[in-house]
T-cell receptor, first 112, second 114 residues
Framework: GENVEQHPSTLSVQEGDSAVIKCTYSDSASNYFPWYKQELGKRPQLIIDIRSNVGEKKDQRIAVTLNKTAKHFSLHITETQPEDSAVYFCAATSGGSYIPTFGRGTSLIVHP | SAVISQKPSRDICQRGTSLTIQCQVDSQVTMMFWYRQQPGQSLTLIATANQGSEATYESGFVIDKFPISRPNLTFSTLTVSNMSPEDSSIYLC???????????FGPGTRLTVT
């Protein structure tokens, strides 16, 4: 089955800096890659996703890139703000399945 | 997206008892799932709730411990049976809305077993 590795487990940045979270996956059939943000005590929220026919997608300060050949995808947050502090989960979903395999999560801390 | 509600939001239960968690969605969905999230951990899929038939369980989870019902396209229940302190966790339902592929999560039920 699919295996998703996520790094780093913890990321600490100063407000205004950029943050990058990286994930690798093992199943070449995976074609959908969502990212979730989970604030303390809240539900995971879908913040951005990318499909395998696209190399990059951007939404304001958030962008995701996908390298199908290398089987890795990354989340980029620019101009970080304290409210970006949360745990971020990457996931990969194989074609035909609705069930994602989640990474272990990255705790992002943005210091004011 | 879909509006998802769960009841109860939290509960403290005695070991050996059972708790049933409800998940209600405001629109028809293709898929409904139940996840467990232990403190500081990632999301672990318990099962896929199938409408009108038995749920599909992931490795390590069995129907006797986690019976699931899904009587229609917008409602599902998860029961945690014969609870032990190891069952203390957050239980989340999630859905894939009809016509979509994105998965959305309910607010979760925080269960503490004493």
């Amino acid at each position: 089955g699919e295996n998703v590795e996520q790094h780093p487990s913890t990321l600490s940045v100063q407000e205004g800096d950029s943050a990058v979270i990286k994930c690798t996956y093992s199943d070449s059939a995976s074609n959908y890659f969502p990212w979730y943000k989970q604030e303390l005590g809240k539900r995971p929220q879908l913040i951005i996703d990318i499909r395998s026919n696209v190399g990059e997608k951007k939404d304001q300060r958030i962008a995701v890139t996908l390298n199908k050949t290398a089987k890795h995808f990354s989340l980029h947050i620019t101009e970080t703000q304290p409210e970006d502090s949360a745990v971020y989960f990457c996931a990969a979903t194989s074609g035909g399945s609705y069930i994602p395999t989640f990474g272990r999560g990255t705790s992002l801390i943005v210091h004011p | 997206s879909a509006v998802i509600s769960q009841k109860p939001s939290r509960d403290i239960c005695q070991r050996g008892t059972s708790l049933t968690i409800q998940c209600q969605v405001d629109s028809q969905v293709t898929m409904m799932f139940w996840y467990r999230q232990q403190p500081g951990q990632s999301l672990t899929l318990i099962a896929t709730a199938n409408q009108g038939s038995e749920a599909t369980y992931e490795s390590g989870f069995v129907i006797d411990k986690f019976p699931i019902s899904r009587p229609n396209l917008t409602f599902s229940t998860l029961t945690v049976s014969n609870m032990s302190p190891e069952d203390s966790s957050i239980y989340l339902c999630s859905v894939v809305p009809a016509g979509g592929t994105e998965q959305y999560f309910g607010p979760g039920t925080r269960l503490t077993v004493t």
